[in-house]
């Protein structure tokens, strides 16, 4: 009877929280367009920043475009072209402090796994942000990995 009551109280507990349907990740999505290398846009208009790496600005406002930074945006622009089937994954915080959607991107029809290719292919660094940190590990090595390759912005950028 207690682990009942329990049991009740926490699934009551659960459906009390609301979690925005703007800002939690879809499983299945479509690309709209990509902003620059680490950021875009899919379906119904949500803008995601990729979890746990950072590819050179090429579009922020009041600041030059960095080293690689058209490169790595037109990278993720043609793995991703508009109406690109995607699959998202979140980590433990939703938003960042820009109020952009948190995820880690997959592609539907391959499975490449959109973050670790940016930073495979020297297209981003790592950016561990605690607590999102479910394959920080693996960018780390990947990074690695890059930079020992001297790809993209490792043999590039000063």
Known sequence: ?????????????????????VASPPGV???IRVVDGDTLIVEPKVRIRLIGVDAPESVAPNRPI????REASRFLSELLPPGTEVRLESDVELLDSYDRTLAYLWIGSSGLFVNAELVRQGFAQTLT?????????????????????NRGLWSACP
Do not use: H, W
Not at 129 to 149: G, K, Q, S, V
């Open 1 to 21: 009877m207690v682990v009942t009551a329990l049991a009740i109280a926490a699934m009551s507990a659960c459906s009390a929280r609301q979690v925005d349907p």
């Open 29 to 31: 999505t479509k690309v």
């Open 66 to 69: 960095e080293c690689m930074g």
């Open 129 to 149: 942000i605690p607590p999102n940190i479910a394959y920080a590990d693996e960018f780390a090595n990947l990074a690695i990995e890059a930079r020992l390759a």
